[in-house]
């Protein structure tokens, strides 16, 4: 990530708006936005692969549901926060992942500009490409600053998203399981 050009583009807005660069609140701001946005953005050149290749056998093929994986991510329309919790389903074929690497997927596809119903389809893709589990299921609910500090403002107000793949598909049977667990 370009730090340098961040500082410059956010000191180049800190003047459009009107507000003194130099002023000694704002001095230091465009480095720290440089900084953050290294941190918020830092999933753009990342693939879960490295974290989704360690895996464990397992002789059985039942459900894996890890709910409420907190995450933050940005709005690619306005740059604002959306945050909530993704909830993630899959039934392996053979092996499974340690658990904390379902979190860190989750932050991969997070930390970069998103649309909510992008990010629930890359978790659930990136299960079936590098773990080749039978199924994955994904759901996110969340809340978009875009759509309460601003614009319609409509605080409070949550977007839920859901995406099935392979045996999770055609099988509205197994959905409802997952949506029960999810609300338990
Ligand atoms: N589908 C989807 N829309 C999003 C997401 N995040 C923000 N948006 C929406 O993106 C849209 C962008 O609409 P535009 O009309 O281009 O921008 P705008 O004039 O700022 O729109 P308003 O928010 O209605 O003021 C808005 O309706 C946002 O609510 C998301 O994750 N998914
Ligand atoms: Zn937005």
């Given at each position: 990530m370009d730090q340098e050009k961040i500082k410059t583009a956010i000191n180049m807005i800190i003047e459009a708006i009107g507000e003194d660069p130099n002023r000694e609140g704002l001095i230091e701001t465009p480095d720290r936005i440089a900084r953050m946005y290294n941190e918020i953005f830092s999933g753009i050149n990342e693939t879960p692969e490295k974290h989704l290749s360690k895996v464990f056998k397992v002789?059985?093929?039942?459900?894996?549901?890890?709910?409420?994986?907190?995450?933050?991510?940005?709005?690619?329309?306005?740059?604002?926060?959306?945050?909530?919790?993704?909830?993630?389903?899959?039934?392996?074929?053979?092996?499974?992942?340690?658990?904390?690497?379902?979190?860190?997927?989750?932050?991969?596809?997070?930390?970069?500009?998103?649309?909510q119903e992008r990010l629930t389809s890359q978790i659930a893709d990136s299960l079936m490409e590098y773990l080749n589990c039978k199924g994955s299921m994904v759901v996110i609910e969340a809340e978009h600053l875009c759509m309460s500090m601003r614009g319609v403002k409509k605080w409070g107000s949550k977007t839920t998203t859901l995406v099935t793949r392979g045996v999770f598909k055609d099988d509205p049977s197994l959905q409802q399981q997952v949506l029960n667990m999810i609300s338990m």
């Amino acid at each position: 990530m370009d730090q340098e050009k961040i500082k410059t583009a956010i000191n180049m807005i800190i003047e459009a708006i009107g507000e003194d660069p130099n002023r000694e609140g704002l001095i230091e701001t465009p480095d720290r936005i440089a900084r953050m946005y290294n941190e918020i953005f830092s999933g753009i050149n990342e693939t879960p692969e490295k974290h989704l290749s360690k895996v464990f056998k397992v002789k059985n093929d039942d459900i894996v549901i890890e709910k409420d994986i907190q995450f933050y991510s940005m709005c690619e329309h306005h740059f604002l926060p959306f945050f909530g919790k993704a909830h993630i389903a899959y039934i392996p074929d053979g092996k499974v992942v340690g658990l904390s690497k379902l979190a860190r997927t989750v932050e991969v596809f997070a930390k970069r500009p998103q649309l909510q119903e992008r990010l629930t389809s890359q978790i659930a893709d990136s299960l079936m490409e590098y773990l080749n589990c039978k199924g994955s299921m994904v759901v996110i609910e969340a809340e978009h600053l875009c759509m309460s500090m601003r614009g319609v403002k409509k605080w409070g107000s949550k977007t839920t998203t859901l995406v099935t793949r392979g045996v999770f598909k055609d099988d509205p049977s197994l959905q409802q399981q997952v949506l029960n667990m999810i609300s338990m």
